[in-house]
């Protein structure tokens, strides 16, 4: 029993240590801020979107849905999102990297939409989540998404 107490008490810091030393994360404040401000520009533009946020895993935080946006742009928004979570990356490099000789393989990657308006969220260096806009240009998807960033 007093071995166990003693290693209980050696490693108990550790243990401390490890549930305070936290990555960064996405909160629901900051995808609300985000999604304020892309909701925002994409008005102030005349333009109607879809505005997705997802956390660090691929999650949904947050979705918005314009009025007169189509439905079509909700999936569209989601894939652009999961692309610039999970490659850590702008779907803007796909889209580019699509118009290169061979780049065509850039389709048979999973979960990879070759389109602008996805944008990794980053934090202290680590992606945290990810902003997905859909409902126009593909070129004024990622004036919106760049608009949310901006505040974060």
């Known amino acids: 029993m007093k071995k166990l107490?003693?290693?209980?008490?050696?490693?108990?810091?550790?243990?401390?240590?490890?549930?305070?030393?936290?990555?960064?994360?996405?909160?629901?404040?900051?995808?609300?801020?985000?999604?304020?401000?892309?909701?925002?520009?994409s008005k102030a533009e005349g333009w109607n979107m879809v505005i997705v946020i997802l956390d660090a895993g691929g999650h949904m935080i947050s979705l918005r849905k314009m009025d007169g946006v189509q439905i079509g742009s909700i999936d569209v928004a989601l894939g652009k999102a999961k692309t610039a979570v999970y490659f850590k990356r702008p779907t803007k490099v796909f889209e580019d990297m699509m118009k290169t000789e061979g780049g065509g393989r850039i389709a048979t990657l999973p979960n990879a939409v070759a389109i602008e308006g996805g944008l990794p969220i980053v934090k202290d260096g680590v992606v945290v989540g990810a902003i997905g806009i859909s409902g126009a240009s593909s070129a004024q998807d990622g004036i919106v998404a760049a608009a949310g960033i901006a505040v974060y």
């Open 5 to 41: 107490i003693i290693l209980i008490l050696l490693f108990f810091p550790l243990f401390i240590h490890a549930q305070t030393n936290l990555q960064p994360y996405l909160t629901l404040e900051d995808a609300t801020r985000i999604s304020n401000a892309a909701e925002a520009k």
